[in-house]
């Protein structure tokens, strides 16, 4: 948190911001948390009327976005012509809360990292992300707060703080402050109208439990807890449905498979999301399983977002959105297994 | 700090394949198939040896294979491919003049560093049944320039005589004789076999073995490296002394797909060849 | 390369999974027609054929008598592909096997218990070898397609081994549990699309389930969710009755 530098602040009404969102349609495809089948979710939308005024966390993350469900890397022909298929738009991803923009931090690094998938990463630079801080937890089980993940530094190009009747905002690079300046004008804002969101933002947080303990230590807390009992208890309840793998804003791999047309001329080869929890996710060619067990890939997964990825990115590699905790039938939580595992809390 | 995300830096050819021609196919076993393969570009794979390859049949899909000719081949390469799935199904009815799909080389493999390490050692390669395939590479590249090793040791145990990979090459490893020696076992021998029979641990009291001046490299089945690193720890070799290559199956060979993860470890990117201590306490590996 | 002949069969079924395969556009149709020939197809065709290359089988097997002309297609057949639940997990007939053959010949036809001959439910697969299957009650035709299409390439028939919830959560349904439903999807083999929970419904198992399934703990969570244990053997059986490690008393 840097919030004693005095960074520039500037302000729109909520009016203006519809107004700003209707002109960005006409240049961008837009997406923004929107209502769909009784739920909300984050989607394209044709109008600003379209937007949700209410934030509820959605079922899967903005993720999607920049790497789909499904997605064509090469096209080719019987003949052997191959091309890779590269695709982006301009858009505008509006209104993602700060635990979404840290996970695509953490997202954009992996795909950054050694060998620069243009496949993401087209798709993050014809993007503008437009934030939306958060004043206070959004619901019982996102626990953002524990991983400081409530706090946004990077990974977005525009920051909105949300006054009731206006947003105060901030640029956070020069590609936010030039779409800005196109789109929301440059109505400066004292840092009063900034200092009393934070403010009250710190007292609601303040009553939360706050960052793990031994936050930064996890990675080797985790790397000495591999035999811990906790990982078979899990594997009792646990479904290895995957769900909590599909709703991550943070998983990224994925499985990679050729289809060819009915008419046998011409082909794709594809890439989908896929999940670790699956039980033939680390199967070899002969069939052999290196994480046949169920608590193996409970460990593995916990380790890839709190020691393994942490390492490589210096956060922890779960925001705490609670997505998963959501989509868990059998209630398994990342944040009671830290708990645990830290020694913070025991089994109840 | 987090590494600054650059993404100008990105490679649009990272999954797109290069189209390669079959130049000489032979049969080894009904299960296993040897390919020499030509890049059409002309480019030469410029390859270490212990690295593999993606290979595609299009509307099939990918695999990683591992290379088997020692480096510096011209832009021909070759592969030993067992008939397991879809994709090695339909690459053992291919012929000489037909094409397949090349991305790399990938991972790490026995890259200068190491082969610097080796020169004046014993060498012990130690292979299991298909296992000496990604161990070829490296074995012809040392028995070239053979005069630099104090000796060169090989142990190869296969389940049946009939499973041996490059079974001309034995017989002309086995004749060279000096400071190379080969020594095969199987374990379920028939008339002909005069070899050894028994598990390939037998082999390894056999070699004499001095732990300060040996380097072992082992590729086979999971099972296997487990008995031998056990045998060659018990011989007092440092684990430092000991190379392995482990199997996965990489789905994009470049460290984003997450198959062939073991714990944190990329084996697409820090594999597949590893030195045993950097590993022996990875939970994943065999 | 020669068009494979493909021949379709029934046993003891609705026959609507045959219509499913059908199910296709006309476009679909002539793309799937020019891969393969279709030699016999008692709801398409009145062409009888007794060389085919590819059989395609619905329906459980419940009479004795039907095993020798299973065996025979078996025998004819290069690859034999089960279409749709009744073959490939017995499904819903396998709710016979809950009572003895006899006692369901009284109930069934108490004035002629043994004109009509009937036996354990079976799935195709408890007689001959199946070499792909392409389950459900009905069938997902775009399934269908794509596993006759890898069939024919080569390929494996690459039908899901993940469960219905994977499809459910790409596209963001919510959970029907939070609706107080009680669903199967957790455990069950998906390549429906998640349809039935998408549409407000739950999930049958109509897809059998997915390999290696945590039985005990799927239990308990219906339970949890105010489900008795009954009413949750209940919802097993409809589809699941072949599985042995649900039912251990079924025939």
């Not at chain 2, 790490?108 to 296992?131: E, N, Q, R, T, Y």
């Not at chain 3, 008795?228 to 589809?239: T, V």
Request: proline residues 5%.
């Amino acid at each position: 948190m840097n919030k004693t530098i005095n960074r520039p602040f500037f302000q729109i009404t909520k009016d203006g911001m519809l107004a700003a969102i209707d002109k960005m349609l006409q240049d961008y495809s837009v997406a923004a948390l929107t209502e769909k089948n009784k739920n909300v979710v984050f989607d394209f939308v044709k109008s600003s009327a379209e937007i949700s005024n209410v934030y509820k966390p959605t079922i899967l993350s903005p993720k999607k976005f920049f790497f789909p469900q499904e997605e064509v890397i090469l096209e080719y022909t019987a003949e052997g012509k191959v091309t890779a298929i590269i695709e982006s738009k301009p858009m505008v991803l509006f209104g993602i809360r700060p635990c979404d923009i840290n996970a695509k931090k953490v997202m954009d690094e992996a795909f950054a990292e050694s060998n620069g998938d243009a496949n993401y990463l087209s798709k993050i630079e014809n993007s503008v992300i437009i934030g939306i801080d958060c004043k206070q937890v959004c619901d019982e089980d996102s626990f953002c707060y524990r991983v400081n993940s409530q706090e946004v530094t990077t990974g977005c190009d525009i920051l909105l703080y949300d006054l009731g009747e206006k947003y105060i905002f901030e640029y956070k690079n020069e590609k936010g402050r030039e779409f800005a300046i196109k789109y929301f004008g440059s109505q400066g804002s004292d840092h009063g109208a900034y200092d009393k969101f934070l403010k009250e933002k710190e007292s609601n947080f303040g009553k939360t439990e706050g960052p793990f303990k031994d936050l930064e230590y996890l990675p080797g807390v985790f790397e000495h807890t591999k035999d811990h009992p906790i990982w078979e208890e899990e594997a009792k309840r646990c479904l290895s449905c995957g769900s909590c793998i599909m709703v991550c804003p943070t998983c990224y791999c994925f499985d990679v498979a050729d289809e060819l047309a009915l008419n046998l001329k011409e082909g794709q080869r594809l890439r989908r999301w896929d999940a670790c929890m699956l039980s033939d996710f680390a199967n070899v060619a002969t069939g052999e399983s290196f994480r046949k067990e169920v608590s193996n890939r409970i460990r593995h997964r916990m380790n890839r977002k709190f020691n393994f990825l942490m390492r490589k990115h210096h956060q922890p590699a779960c925001v705490g959105c609670g997505r998963c905790v959501r989509a868990c039938l059998a209630d398994i939580s990342p944040k009671e297994i830290v708990e645990i595992i830290t020694g913070e809390k025991e089994r109840e | 700090m987090s590494p600054q995300l650059n993404i100008n830096e990105k490679d649009e050819k990272l999954y797109l394949p290069e189209i390669a021609k079959v130049t000489k196919v032979k049969s080894f076993t009904d299960q296993e198939k040897f390919f020499e393969v030509e890049l059409a570009s002309g480019r030469s794979l410029n390859h270490d040896p212990g690295q593999f390859v993606q290979v595609s049949v299009l509307g099939i899909g990918e695999a990683p294979i591992s290379i088997s000719s020692p480096p510096e081949k011209g832009s021909r390469f070759e592969m030993c491919i067992r008939a397991v799935g879809p994709l090695t199904r339909k690459l053992h009815t291919l012929g000489v003049g037909d094409n397949i799909f090349i991305r790399g080389p990938f991972g790490h493999g026995f890259d200068k560093d190491i082969l610097d390490k080796l020169s004046g050692k014993h060498l012990l390669f130690i292979a299991g049944g298909i296992g000496y395939v990604p161990l070829r590479s490296l074995i012809n590249m040392v028995l070239e320039e053979k005069e630099i090793y104090e000796k060169i040791s090989i142990l190869y145990g296969c389940k049946t005589p009939q499973e041996r990979m490059f079974p001309s090459e034995l017989d002309e490893i086995n004749s060279i004789g000096g400071n190379v020696e080969l020594l095969e076992i199987v374990d379920r021998p028939d008339n002909n076999w005069k070899g050894y029979s028994g598990v390939i641990t037998n082999l390894i009291p056999r070699v004499s073995i001095n732990p300060e001046n040996c380097i072992a490299v082992i590729v086979g089945p999971p099972i296997m490296y487990k008995f031998v690193i056990m045998d060659l720890l018990d011989l007092k070799m440092p684990k430092k002394s000991i190379y392995i290559s482990l199997e996965r199956r990489m789905k994009c060979g470049i460290g984003k797909c997450g198959h062939c993860q073991m714990e944190g470890i990329y084996v697409c990117q820090e594999g597949p060849v590893f030195n045993y201590s950097y590993v022996a306490n990875n939970k994943e590996i065999f | 390369m020669p068009k494979p002949k493909v021949a379709f069969f029934d046993f003891t079924c609705c026959e609507g999974c045959q219509l499913c395969a059908l199910d296709l556009t006309a476009e679909q149709l002539l793309d799937l027609l020019a891969v393969i020939d279709i030699v016999e197809f008692r709801e398409a065709i009145s062409e009888k054929s007794d060389s085919f290359d590819i059989a395609i089988v619905e329906g459980s097997i419940t009479r004795d008598s039907d095993i020798p002309r299973l065996e025979k297609i078996r025998k004819t057949a290069n690859l034999l592909i089960c279409l749709g639940s009744c073959s490939c997990i017995v499904g819903i007939n396998a709710l016979k096997n809950f009572q003895k053959t006899e006692e369901l010949q009284n109930e069934v036809y108490p004035d002629a218990p043994h004109r009509y001959e009937t036996s354990v439910a079976r799935a195709v697969d408890e007689i001959v070898k199946v070499d792909a299957i392409i389950p459900g009650c009905p069938i997902n035709t775009l399934e269908f397609v794509k596993v006759v299409k890898n069939l024919v390439l080569g390929k494996d028939p690459d039908i899901p081994t993940y469960p219905v919830c994977i499809e459910c959560k790409k596209k963001e349904n919510i959970c029907v549990y939070e609706k107080g439903i009680h669903c199967l999807g957790p455990v069950i083999r998906a390549g429906c699309g998640a349809i039935c929970p998408e549409k407000g419904g739950y999930c049958f198992g109509c897809r059998g389930l997915v390999p290696d399934p945590n039985l005990d703990s799927m239990r308990e969570i219906m339970n949890k969710y105010n489900m008795p244990y009954d009413q949750i053997d209940d919802r097993f059986k409809l589809f699941l009755g072949r599985n042995k490690e649900i039912f251990q008393d079924v025939q």
